[in-house]
């Protein structure tokens, strides 16, 4: 069953916590993404990484962090240093990052508690 | 700099009746359109694109864009909407322009609410 599964659904951060985000593809796409969602704003690129080992600085990076290790996997870790984090957050893949449609995961809704 | 437009926040649209959802957008070089969709909680689902060629491009559940360069505009349509299209609708651009430090990336709208009523 092909797609892009994001890992947990719900998650609860305390204040000054680190917390990772998980985000797995089995499409085989070089290229994916992470973006912030909150309401009336839309979709805001935090990190996008075209190949393996490779990633760059989106829109809104500030207070986040993102490896590339393995063409599958792209977690993000949303830091202490992120004042704002309670969001909805989406992660996508795409064959390339040109040209080609992405794909989205299910997202993972982050709340501070 | 590059950017998409989506100047109604909600469109209301009676079951049966043709609907419109707009999109504009500001690239630097030949745009690449896509339009998402997306239910409560739930991520986005992918619609249609247009990369090249016929200005009028079809998608899923009955969907359909059109493609306008000189109104650099490119909106959502369906001849006869249903109760279920009421959901979230985003329109999306990649600037293929090669000197553009945006290039290949995916820039959103920031959507429109559909809604769809019998």
């Known amino acids: 069953d092909g797609g892009i599964t994001q890992s947990p659904k719900y998650l609860f951060r305390k204040e000054g916590q680190n917390v990772t985000l998980s985000c797995e593809q089995n499409l085989n796409h070089d290229a994916m993404y992470w973006y912030r969602q909150d309401p009336g704003q839309g979709l805001r690129l935090i990190y996008y990484?075209?190949?393996?080992?490779?990633?760059q600085k989106g829109d809104i990076a500030e207070g986040y962090s993102v490896s590339r290790e393995k063409k599958e996997s792209f977690p993000l870790t949303v830091t202490s240093a992120q004042k704002n984090p309670t969001a909805f957050y989406l992660c996508?893949?795409?064959?390339?990052?040109?040209?080609?449609?992405?794909?989205f995961g299910q997202g993972t809704r982050l709340t501070v508690v | 700099a590059q950017s998409v437009a989506q100047p109604e926040d909600q469109v209301n649209v009676a079951e049966g009746n043709p609907l419109t959802v707009k999109c504009t957008y500001s690239v630097s070089g030949n745009p690449y359109l896509f339009w998402y969709v997306q239910y409560p909680n739930r991520g986005l689902q992918f619609l249609l694109k247009y990369i090249t060629g016929d200005n009028l491009v079809k998608g899923s559940y009955g969907f359909e864009a059109e493609f306008n360069k000189s109104q650099t505009s490119f909106h959502l349509k369906k001849p006869s909407a249903l109760v279920s299209d009421s959901a979230l609708y985003f329109c999306a651009v990649r600037d293929m322009w090669a000197g553009s430090s945006n290039t290949g990336k995916l820039i959103f709208g920031q959507g429109t609410t559909l809604q769809v009523k019998p």
């Open positions: 996508a893949s795409s064959v390339t990052v040109t040209g080609t449609e992405a794909f």
């Open positions: 990484s075209q190949i393996v080992n490779d990633f």
